[in-house]
């Protein structure tokens, strides 16, 4: 990808205490070059720098942005870019990431790449998630890895009643449901014994947790699919929630649907290490 770098975005995971000394030193290599820095008021407080700004603002302001933290991390600010074509350079401050694939001693080689804006993306896929209660919208969510629909601690199993473009598929009766995109398939779906999905295939996962019927198993469905589940419970206490970090409690009978988003999300690949050495290093295959 050849693009012109004049503004830059940058966010930290808050509690890292790295973080700021890192970004930091980010911001002096950039000026360097003439390129603006933006952080959120925290980073750029901790920094020094006057001028900060809000999350949502920094997206449609700058041209790339920049993440320090973890996959998490890199998550929230998916969701706060949007529909924006804004690649994202992940920079992993513990151990490797799916996502966050540049680690702190790479920095330095990302930074020339971003500069010259030489740098490959990886475009993955986002899904939109509503909710709909009486025949209204009253939740709406873009996500990056997946959507879950789960029981509190004490509920019972949940009947989810699901159907795939209109066609009924099953009503699974477990303590949850998955609804993953490629990128989102090595996160709690594999917890869950779903598959991986190599982020270039153009499909959905739908996985139960701790499906009632044994019988039950993951689904890979087309990434043109509409996704549709009514959740049946009385009493008991279920959740949705947006990669697992946004969401709220649902009500019976509220209807969940699920698509691919307009919405995609531009990584910047490492030079350094393809997707399958990143699975390789972080489930440990081939380790004794």
């Not at 700021?20 to 925290?42: N, W």
């Not at 540049?102 to 030489?118: A, Q, Y």
């Not at 509503?130 to 939740?139: A, D, F, K």
């Not at 393809?274 to 699975?279: Q, R």
């Amino acid at each position: 990808m050849n693009a012109v770098i004049k503004k830059v975005g940058l966010y930290a995971k808050k509690s890292h205490p790295d973080a700021a000394q890192l970004a930091a030193e980010i911001r002096e290599r950039l000026q360097k070059e003439q390129i603006e820095v933006l952080m959120e008021d925290s980073l750029a407080e901790q920094v020094g720098q006057v001028c900060g700004y809000a999350e949502a603002e920094i997206p449609a302001l700058v041209d790339l942005v920049i993440v320090l933290g973890g996959d998490g991390t890199l998550i929230s600010v998916a969701r706060l870019i949007g529909d924006m074509p804004i690649p994202i350079l992940g920079v992993n401050l513990g151990s490797l990431g799916f996502l966050t694939e540049v680690t702190r001693h790479e920095l330095s080689d990302s930074l020339d790449r971003v500069i010259k804006g030489e740098f490959e993306v990886s475009d993955r896929m986002m899904l939109d998630a509503v909710i709909r209660r009486n025949g209204e919208v009253v939740i709406a969510h873009t996500v990056l890895n997946d959507v879950v629909i789960n029981k509190g601690a004490l509920a019972r199993i949940i009947d989810m009643e699901t159907s795939v473009d209109d066609a009924h598929l099953t009503t699974f009766k477990a303590d949850g449901l998955i609804i993953a995109t490629p990128t989102g398939s090595t996160g709690y779906n594999l917890a869950a014994g779903g598959p991986i999905i190599y982020p270039g295939i153009n499909s959905l996962v739908i996985t139960p947790i701790c499906p009632h019927m044994l019988t039950n198993r993951p689904i890979i469905v087309s990434d043109q699919a509409r996704i549709q589940i009514e959740v049946k419970f009385d009493d008991d206490v279920v959740f949705f929630t947006a990669d697992g970090q946004v969401g709220c409690k649902l009500l019976p009978n509220d209807i969940i649907e699920v698509r691919k988003s307009a919405s995609r999300t531009l990584l910047i690949a490492s030079p350094r290490r393809d997707y399958f050495e990143i699975l390789r290093t972080k489930l440990s295959w081939g380790a004794r």
